[in-house]
């Protein structure tokens, strides 16, 4: 199966009500529809440094950062397929680069630098991991997900993420996803993920439903509200 392994585009994020997701998706019915896979849940694992350097670096909100992390689509045992993506911000449009390998394969490649396969994506990513050197899983983070994609031809997408859990023990792919909650109860993650403007079907329907864009990273939000203020606590304690 061909997996599109390069994306460049811009992603907009919206928080919003349950209510307001029921209007946006009558709303949408003529345009958009769900993608084949129906309500998924994503899995992610992400990277970082000891002392969480990337994170703290992006929510800062520098004119370029960059993340790392392994994703499934499902529970994942070793031999099946994630992608490890490779993932940078510049000027607001989002670059992602994603290899697709086994679990066993990602995980040993990103924890014990075994990996044979040289490819464009590779080399960056391995550089990536050499630059930051401490790098391991810090964060578990899954989200249960619906994907719209426009009845004509586009690239424009619309998803919302919901029940958005992290954790920062039992760091696999391969476990159950559960954890602590990061989303207010009653909120939807909304985010349009386009290459170009928004459709000014879409424009009208976010006006109407008055929904405006807002800065949110679920990795962001984790470190934020939860790494940080026990580190600062341990460190008080100590």
Not at 104 to 116: I, Y
């Amino acid at each position: 199966m061909a997996f599109q392994t390069v994306f460049k585009r811009y992603e907009l994020k919206y928080l919003i009500t349950k209510k307001q997701k029921e209007d946006i998706l009558s709303a949408i019915e003529p345009y958009m529809a769900l993608d084949k896979h129906g309500r998924t849940t994503i899995r992610n694992l992400y990277f970082d440094t000891d002392d969480y350097r990337l994170i703290r670096r992006s929510i800062e909100k520098p004119t370029y950062k960059e993340k790392l992390r392994i994703r499934s689509y499902y529970q994942a045992d070793g031999n099946s397929t994630v992608f490890v993506e490779l993932k940078k911000k510049y000027k607001h449009i989002v670059y992602k680069r994603r290899i697709a390998l086994s679990e066993n394969e990602a995980m040993n490649w990103l924890c014990n630098s075994q990996f044979n396969n040289t490819s464009q994506i590779s080399n960056e990513i391995e550089y990536f991991l050499e630059y930051y050197k401490t790098l391991h899983p810090t964060v578990f983070l899954a989200y249960d997900r619906e994907a719209y994609f426009t009845k004509e031809k586009s690239d424009f997408r619309l998803t919302f993420d919901d029940n958005i859990i992290f954790r920062t023990e039992d760091l696999s792919l391969k476990s159950e996803a559960y954890g602590t909650h990061i989303l207010e109860d009653g909120l939807v993650l909304m985010e349009i993920k386009c290459s170009g403007g928004i459709p000014l079907w879409m424009t009208k329907i976010l006006s109407e439903n008055h929904i405006y864009k807002t800065s949110f990273s679920k990795y962001g939000t984790v470190y934020s509200e939860h790494i940080y203020p026990k580190i600062t606590e341990e460190n008080k304690n100590a």
